[in-house]
């Protein structure tokens, strides 16, 4: 299958998140209207919701996957507070990453112990989030940055060196920690973390 350089996102927030509107996934697909793009916007509430939005994503022509969750070291949760930790979670998405790249908007998730699960023989392009708690204020506006600059940079599609240097970019403007893990033949694992300053 040809995919699309299109961006599903996939939200599940905490109740008090959704009283007071923060809707990342949905704040960022509009920001990516204003590039012309069409954006797939998910939002779940439960475990069964999330495993059909994934099921969706993997049939749909869109390169890019966006979950906007809360996570923590062990993996992360729905809105209803059912978790789903590291090995679940690659279970649920590696049959889906082939050619395609992960974007990960949840606090703590991502780092060795996550691309070790995901990366391996998934065939998927890149993993990218935060490795430490980030503000949501500060979230959607490093996303939406680098949404920005990917996509101003290269419409059609996004590359390893564009994106190194613009992640490294919005890291340093708003003093967040991601991580950046790419596909890497040459890697005896086959995948590297891409060191972000």
């Known amino acids: 299958m040809r995919y699309l350089p299109e961006v599903f ?33 998910r939002y779940v509430r439960t475990r069964d919701d ?40 690659a279970g649920l998405l590696r049959p889906h990453l082939h050619n395609r790249r992960l974007f990960l908007s ?14 391996p023989g998934s065939g ?3 993993l990218v989030g935060p490795t430490e708690d980030i503000r949501f204020t500060d979230s959607a ?3 939406s940055s680098m949404y920005h600059l990917l996509f101003r940079e290269n419409a059609e599609r996004v590359t390893r060196g564009p994106m190194q240097d613009i992640l ?23 995948y590297s973390e891409v060191r972000i300053q």
Not at 18 to 25: H, Q
Not at 50 to 77: D, K, P, T, W
Not at 106 to 117: G, P, R, T, W
Not at 173 to 190: E, H, I, N, P, Y
């Open 9 to 41: 996102f996939i939200e599940s927030l905490q109740p008090e998140d959704e009283g007071n509107g923060r809707f990342e996934g949905s704040y960022l697909s509009g920001i990516l209207g204003l590039h012309g793009k069409h954006p797939v916007y």
């Open 50 to 89: 999330f495993e059909q939005a994934v099921a969706e994503f993997g049939n749909s022509e869109c390169r890019y996957l966006h979950i906007s969750a809360h996570g923590e070291a062990e993996g992360m949760n729905t809105t209803n507070g059912e978790e789903i930790d590291f090995d679940e979670l």
């Open 106 to 119: 949840a606090c703590s998730m991502v780092h060795k112990d996550l691309a070790e699960e995901i990366m």
């Open 124 to 126: 998927c392009y890149s």
């Open 141 to 143: 506006v490093v996303w």
């Open 168 to 190: 490294q970019k919005v890291c340093a403007l708003f003093s967040v920690k991601f991580a950046f893990f790419t596909t890497d033949s040459k890697a005896q694992r086959g």
